[in-house]
Structures are given as structure tokens and as C-alpha cells.
């Protein structure tokens, strides 16, 4: 098949079920996602806005994560994942399927939700995980298109899907009531998780995850999510305060006026005294200056008179103390 760049996912994953082949459906955009098949049968997807396998084993306790771990360094080269985990015993053939069609379905909501995305067919793809179980292509997309109908009816804002997840600071009714999971997810977001994040932490399922938050955004309790402007308004940052003028633009002094200042032309209005000064009878007096005393430096001595003058100490101080202190010592024998 010829990669197509802009093309309804959905209807690519139905003709290359049809032409019975093998591959991986790589979906862009965002989130986007890619849908594995072999021979025209789906057996994995994956999404960045969905927990895999792997997360939900070990975020749900099911297995420990040096065990995934171990099981990636051994089977990812072969795409045998899944089977040593059922051959060395720490899953069970319908443990591995469930989880398997739950972590498949979750993925696939997310890569064949867009009505049209860049896709692209690569042919002999396989996951690493391994063909553990097989579902038609029509069911998926069917199942995907149900659970948008779902969404859309608890809260139709799909932005809530990948958006950063931000609870209200304050509820908008007096009561009330939430479930478990609900609980632990408004406790757990901090503003900066996603849903796929919270799904990953709580070791839940991802399409269970955004279905609770839905609802709680239908109640208020989460922060809608805002696009981001492409042009935001202009914002004039304030003047700083005292100043009219640009405090960096360089001030010119007024020039200085010598001699006699010129009479006023007959008609003209007298001119204005200048700031401080009292006109009487038409002669200006400059009033005195007030006294202003000298700043002294950090740390300069006083002046020899000012340090000299410390005032009188009482006489014989040290003789009234010492006898006070005999007088006490002759009482106490």
C-alpha cells in the first residue's frame, strides 16, 4: 500500500484488513497512535495518551517491574514478550488476553478518533510484544467510534483527553459526591499530570480514566481547558511610579541667567516669582535656608567634646556596693 499523508485512519485500517495484510498503521498528530495487524487481524495498539501493557502490569501490582523488565530484555528481539510470560508462569493465558484487549482498545479510541490525520502503512511491522490475541478491524473501529458517543454525551470537550488535568480550588455546589476512582484521581492531579499520566500512576485503564474525568468535568470539579491563543493582546507593561518620562532618556539642564532680569514690556503680565522666593513691594527676598547639620560617616569617632562630656559618676559608688555586700555576709553567720 502507498503512504498516504492525509487520510481518514479508520477507513485505511478497513482496507488494509481487507487486503489481508501485515503491519503496523501509524497514525499522527496528536495524540496519535499505531495499530498493529497480522494477515488483516489486529493484535496491538499503542498510543502515547493510553497506558500499554507493560504500565498496567506493574503500576496495578501484577507484576513486579524487575520482572517486565527481565521479559523486555529477553523477548523484544524475538517479539516473544508476552509468550515467556505466560511459559515462565507469572501470567495466565487469560490474564495476558484481558489486558492485552483492554490496553489494545484504549489505544486504538485514540488513533482512530481524528476524522483525518497524516497516516502512514508500514508493511511487516510487528509489535514486540507478540500476537497474543486477534480482533477483527471492524470491531475495533466500531468500538472506537462507541466510546467517542459515550464521551461525547457525558461531556462533549474531547480537549480533556490529553490536556493537562487541573482541579478547581473550590467546588461549586455545597455537597458533593464522588466515587473511588474519582477521588484519586482529583487527589492525584497536580495541574502538570495527563489523563494517560494519571491512568499510569493509578495502574487504571485509560478509557476508564477519561470517562471519570468527563463526569467530573461535568460537574465543575476539574478546570476546562483552554487553547492556547495564537495572538495574544498586547499588554503595556505599567510605568513605574513617580516618573512621567523615561527615566532613561537624558534630562537637559535649563540654562543659567545672568545679570538683571528684563522688565516686563508695557502690557505684559508680571512675570510669575519663582518657586521660594517672597516679592514685596517688588523687591524678591530669598527666605534663610534651615539649618541642616553635617551627616556624620559609618563609623566616625565623636568630636573630643561631645566624647569628653559623659557625665558625672556618682562618687564612691564601689564602697557603698562593697559594704551593702559585708552588711548581708555578717547577717547570714
Given amino acids: ?3 498516504s499523508k492525509t487520510a481518514a485512519p479508520g477507513r485505511l485500517l478497513t482496507q488494509v484488513a481487507g487486503e489481508r495484510q501485515t503491519g503496523a498503521l501509524v497514525v499522527g498528530g496528536q495524540p496519535g497512535g499505531t495499530v498493529y495487524l497480522i494477515e488483516g487481524q489486529v493484535t496491538y495498539a499503542e498510543s502515547a495518551a493510553a497506558p500499554g501493557v507493560g504500565e498496567l502490569l506493574t503500576a496495578s501490582g501484577r507484576l513486579a517491574p524487575r520482572t517486565w523488565q527481565a521479559a523486555l530484555d529477553a523477548g523484544t528481539s524475538r517479539a516473544q514478550v508476552g509468550q515467556l510470560l505466560l ?13 492485552v484487549l ?10 482512530l478518533a481524528p476524522a483525518t490525520a497524516p497516516v502512514d502503512f508500514l508493511e511487516g511491522a510487528t509489535h514486540w510484544l507478540g500476537p497474543i490475541v486477534r480482533a477483527d478491524p471492524a470491531a475495533v473501529t466500531r468500538e472506537a467510534r462507541r466510546r467517542a458517543r459515550i464521551l461525547d454525551e457525558i461531556y462533549p470537550y474531547p480537549e480533556i483527553d490529553t490536556a493537562a488535568v487541573i482541579p478547581v480550588p473550590r467546588p461549586p455546589t455545597e455537597r458533593v459526591t464522588l466515587t473511588a476512582l474519582q477521588w484519586e484521581l482529583l487527589v492525584s492531579a497536580d495541574g502538570q499530570r495527563t489523563p494517560a499520566d494519571l491512568a499510569q500512576l493509578l495502574g487504571r485503564a485509560g478509557f476508564a480514566t477519561i470517562q471519570e474525568l468527563r463526569k467530573l468535568a461535568a460537574l465543575g470539579l476539574v478546570e476546562r481547558p483552554r487553547p492556547p491563543a495564537d495572538n495574544p493582546d498586547f ?13 532613561r532618556r537624558p534630562q ?13 514690556a508695557s502690557g505684559d503680565p508680571p512675570a510669575a516669582p519663582e518657586p521660594g522666593v517672597v516679592t514685596t513691594n517688588g523687591t524678591d527676598h530669598h527666605p534663610a535656608q534651615p539649618f ?5 560617616k559609618p563609623g566616625a569617632k565623636l568630636p573630643k567634646d561631645v566624647a569628653a562630656d559623659t ?6 559608688t564601689d564602697d557603698v556596693l562593697l559594704k551593702r555586700i559585708r552588711t548581708a555576709l555578717r547577717a547570714l553567720r
Fill in 311 to 316: 557625665g558625672q559618676i556618682h562618687p564612691g
Fill in 102 to 111: 483492554g490496553a489494545t482498545y484504549d489505544a486504538a479510541y485514540f488513533a
Fill in 87 to 99: 511459559d515462565q508462569g507469572h501470567l495466565t493465558q487469560g490474564e495476558l488476553e484481558l489486558c
Fill in 252 to 264: 537637559v539642564a535649563a540654562p543659567a541667567v545672568t545679570g538683571d532680569r528684563p522688565a516686563p
Fill in 235 to 247: 499588554v503595556r507593561l505599567p510605568r513605574a511610579r513617580g516618573t512621567a518620562v523615561d527615566v
Fill in 1 to 3: 500500500m502507498k503512504p
Fill in 292 to 296: 541642616q547639620l553635617a551627616r556624620r
